[in-house]
């Protein structure tokens, strides 16, 4: 079993910052691929950065050049650093973990956090 545990959410102004962190624990070391979504109260569910291996990164259009995604082996922690927020980033946030293929899609991730939530104001 693999336990995710994201923190970091909060409200901040358009144009701000924030950085969301993802603590894994349990059985990870086959889980290379690691990623976030997000979902907006009556929209579904967006997949918003992923990362293989510790290295290898894609973004969503909607926040590429914006959020970097990265990962701390020894800490067993992923990180969501989100820059520029808009109001539409408003949503909650979710870390999942899987063994690949390492996509967007939600489907292809086995473990999901509980999520944290961003809120953005104009």
């Known amino acids: 079993q693999v336990q995710l545990v994201e923190s970091g959410g909060g409200s901040v102004q358009a144009g701000g910052s924030l950085r969301l962190s993802c603590a894994a624990s349990?059985?990870?070391?086959?889980?290379?691929?690691m990623g976030w979504f997000r979902q907006a109260p009556g929209k579904e569910r967006e997949g918003v950065a992923r990362?293989?291996?510790?290295?290898?990164?894609y973004y969503a259009d909607s926040v590429n050049g914006r959020f970097t995604i990265s990962q701390d082996n020894a800490k067993n922690t992923v990180y969501l650093q989100m820059n520029s927020l808009k109001p539409e980033d408003t949503a909650m946030y979710y870390c999942?973990?899987?063994?690949?293929?390492?996509?967007?899609?939600?489907?292809?991730?086995?473990?999901w956090g509980q999520g944290t939530q961003v809120t953005v104001s104009s």
């Open positions: 349990g059985h990870i070391y086959n889980k290379k691929c």
């Open positions: 999942a973990a899987g063994s690949g293929p390492c996509t967007l899609s939600g489907g292809m991730y086995t473990y």
């Open positions: 990362i293989w291996s510790g290295a290898s990164t």
